[in-house]
């Protein structure tokens, strides 16, 4: 088992202590009309919890993918999947730079783990758009994005913060909406987007009722040579954004057994297709003929299936549950991929399929009772299994580097799994009518890395008629992946990609790496007055043990061919991250509400080399005002800045970057403005501008060394930054029939 230092112990002993003793000192003084919730709806209260609505996302609509929205919410970031900025333009949501792998999906409160079918490479990089665009905007009735220690009790992979997308669900009367949206934007060398979903839920019975949606939408890739006066590297173009293809369909079922039970049965099917833009891994050469005949074509097909029963109790003793069991199939279809040295990542002929089944089991039930105080208990229990059938990934020749002792030259296993059981509990204490205490404590056990021992603390106090005052601690963690795990998971390289420069080397899993984790610890204070006006800082620092990154420590030598040094993931010990956040809303008039928020990244270290974590701003700032300007018109102006932006300090050799790869990007802002007119209850039109001002940015290649093509010298050509693109000025307009 992880051992916890003394002093967090320490401090949770301290705090169940005060809050037994407290409570034994207020037993004569029970408060009139208490009201304790469940440890879900006490989870949405805590600091670091952000709340994006339906209405939020038909004033700002989404072009194609969630993250385009939830990115601009406190401690929330897009950043590419690697630290070294390969894959530069596929982007996913990064809270509180700890990065999209330590980023919990889900939909309904159940996982989406779809990403997770990817290559997984050196540095962290998926070719992959993440688990945010399963569900069309349209069909979003809110979503939760949940930071520091709230978000700890959801277990594995939530020790960034999790995004809990939540769908409009059925009721007893029939309703649809008919969704459209489509955009124009300036520049013809940008993609554009057009999108229709249908909706219809309705009664069957007295006691059946569904619903069924379907989506199309599509995203144009940018044209092959959007970047082309920017590049680094004058022997390559870096690809703009590739494009996406989404069909989606899901049907709900659901069953109301009695008035306080039910059963969802609930089945969809999404396929996502990209539109291959050039991207290479590697910025290899543009110039190759296969990248540019695959120009426009699907290079992935990423096929997903999700099936769920959930069941929903309510008592009249007021014990409630919720349990569900969830099977979610990917099938991830996809063109060759080169795998060694610098064409690693370069298209190859031929498509082949990575097959992902994910399995959770769930429950969870609150009991009310009073000891003392009111107090709502929370006990619960989780099963997930994972399977990965990667038979293109573990193809990997040992003809060039050698023979690695303990794995087969050929024909390796291709399959991996893992199973993980976990037991929680959390008990919502309401001590008095302004003082909440909640401690929890989550045991989890990965086939892998072993046991886990989660506890946690959080307090709400009232101060006054107008001020809050809300702490948490807690232990999260995330197991490793299926491709870190694994140990006849081989990548080579030819001596660029290799910790200093030792000539080729390999990459291999290892089954022996501890889990990740994180003490995520924050505090903060909330105003709020009768009118209307609120606002908080949060400070939160986490600190993050056993990170798995490419080991830097050589652990043998391949025999014969060039009997290349080996190399495993390895656990890094320690890193910190530390930050503010902050929030504003002033009602201006009953009519014009102003909104802000900011976030102020402190520290993203690796303590050990020194390193950033992510690519991340230092400073981000989003401030939107909101007018209703008649009944039935209202107007929506939003700017987001981003601060600097710095590149890694270190390339893949460990060592110090130096000339382009030290390029910083500078501040920059995004002004939108938008206006929604409601002609009758059934049509909705909405239209508006994305980035007035034309600020536009563009992918300069990655952040790393490359070799010279022609002269075989290795050249620092790396962007320092400048990875990704930003779109320029875009007019879109979107339309909402109901009936």
Known sequence: MLKLKSSYYLSLLIGLSSSVAFAQETETQEPDDVLVVTAAEQTRQALGVSTITSQDLQKTPAKNDLSEIIRTMPGVNLTGNSSSGQRGNNRQIDIRGMGPENTLILIDGRPVKSRMSVRYGWRGERDTRGDTNWVPADLVERIDVIRGPAAARYGDGAAGGVVNIVTKQPDGE???????????????KEGATKHTDVMLTGGLTDNLSFRLYGNLNKTDADDWDINKNHQINPASLTAGSEGVRNKDINGLLRWDITNQQSIDFEAGYSRQGNIYAGDTQNNNPSSSPIVST??????????????????????????????????????????GEDLAGGTEGLPTKGFSTIRYDNLTLHNETNIPFELWVPQMLTVGAEYNYQKLNDPTSNTQSTEEGGSVGGIKDEDRPTKASSNAYALFVENNMQLTSTTTLTPALRFDHHSVSGSNWSPALNLSQELGDYFTLKLGIARAYKSPNLYQSNPNYLLYSRGQGCYAGGGSCYLMGND??????????????EFHDNEGLTAGVTYFRNDYHNKIEAGNTIIGNATGGKGSNIFQWENVPRALIEGIEGSLSVPVTDKINWRNNFTWMITTENKQTGDYLSIIPKFTLNSSVDWQATEKLSLLTSIT????????????NGDLVTDSST????????????????????????????????KRLFREGNSSSLKHPVTGAVTVYGAGAATYNESGRTFFISSNISF
């Open 663 to 694: 390029n910083q990007l500078s501040p920059y802002s995004l002004v939108n403005l938008s206006g929604t007119y409601q002609f009758n209850k059934n049509f909705t039109l909405s239209m508006g501008i994305d980035n007035i001002f034309d």
């Open 174 to 188: 029939f309703h649809g909406s008919i969704n459209s949206y489509i955009d124009f934007p300036k520049h013809s």
């Open 512 to 525: 022996n790496l501890k889990a990740e984790t994180s003490v995520n610890k924050e505090i903060g204070i």
């Open 294 to 335: 695959l120009y426009g074509d699907e290079t992935n097909r990423i096929y997903r299936q999700n099936y769920a029963i959930t069941h929903r109790g309510y008592w009249d003793n007021g014990v409630s549950s919720l349990s569900y069991i969830q099977y979610e199939k990917t099938d991830n279809s996809r063109i």
């Open 641 to 652: 800045w981003y601060g600097r932006q710095k590149p890694k300090k270190y390339d893949f």
